[in-house]
C-alpha cells in the first residue's frame, strides 16, 4: 500500500496537479466513463503456485456498460517457465466504485478514482484466443476493508488466479 501511495504522489507531482479539500465519493448508478491504467504488473496467485500478471490500459463506461483496451501478460508457472501474450477487454460486467479525489487521506487529483472493474477479456495465446474474466481492484477512495490494490482473473474450467499479490493502477474518470 505504501508502494501504491508513493507511485500516486509521484504522478501528481510529475504532473504539478495539486489538490485540496478532495473527498472520496459515494458510490451510485449514475452514468460515467473513466479510463484504467495498470502501468506496472499487477499480479495473481492461483492455489497451485503460477502467478498471472498484466499491464495495459483501455477505458470503459457505465450506463450504457461498455469496456475496450488491453495490454500484455505472462503466466509463470509453480513448476518452472512461463507463457505470455495480450490481452483485449471485451465486456464490462460491473464496476463498484471506491470514490475519488482521496488515498489512505490524502488529497490526490479529484478524478482519480479507485474501485472493482470487473471485465470479460480475450487472451491471445499461442495455441489461440481463450476467454477469461479479469477483475481490477483499486484502492482509491474508501475502498471495504478487505480491499487489496491488484488483480484476480478467472479462465473459466482451467485456472483461478483469485489471490491478489501486488498491483498498482488507477481509474482516472473523464
Known amino acids: 500500500m505504501r508502494r501504491r501511495f508513493a507511485a500516486v504522489s509521484a504522478f501528481v507531482l510529475a504532473f504539478g ?3 485540496s479539500g478532495a473527498g472520496a465519493t459515494a458510490p451510485n448508478s449514475d452514468a460515467g466513463s473513466y479510463e484504467f491504467h495498470l502501468e506496472a504488473p499487477n499480479v495473481a496467485m492461483a492455489p497451485n503456485g503460477d502467478t498471472f500478471a498484466v499491464t495495459g490500459m483501455g477505458a470503459f463506461s457505465i450506463h450504457p456498460k461498455s469496456a475496450g483496451g488491453g495490454g500484455s501478460w505472462t503466466h509463470t508457472f509453480a513448476g518452472g517457465g512461463s507463457a505470455s501474450g495480450t490481452w483485449t477487454a471485451t465486456g ?6 471506491y470514490g475519488c479525489g482521496v488515498v489512505f487521506g ?16 480475450t487472451l491471445s495465446t499461442p495455441g489461440g484466443s481463450v476467454p477469461a474474466q479479469l477483475t481490477i481492484y483499486c484502492v482509491i477512495g474508501a475502498p471495504p476493508a478487505s480491499a487489496a490494490e491488484g488483480i484476480r482473473l478467472v ?7 483469485n489471490k491478489v499479490v501486488e498491483g498498482e493502477n488507477v481509474y482516472i474518470q473523464e
Not at 479462465?155 to 488466479?161: K, L, S, T
Open 106 to 121: 490524502t488529497p490526490i487529483p479529484p478524478n482519480f478514482c479507485g474501485g472493482r472493474l470487473v471485465l470479460d477479456v
Open 17 to 19: 496537479v495539486f489538490v
Open 155 to 161: 479462465i473459466p474450467g482451467v485456472i483461478n488466479f
Open 92 to 97: 464490462l460486467v460491473a464496476f463498484q466504485p
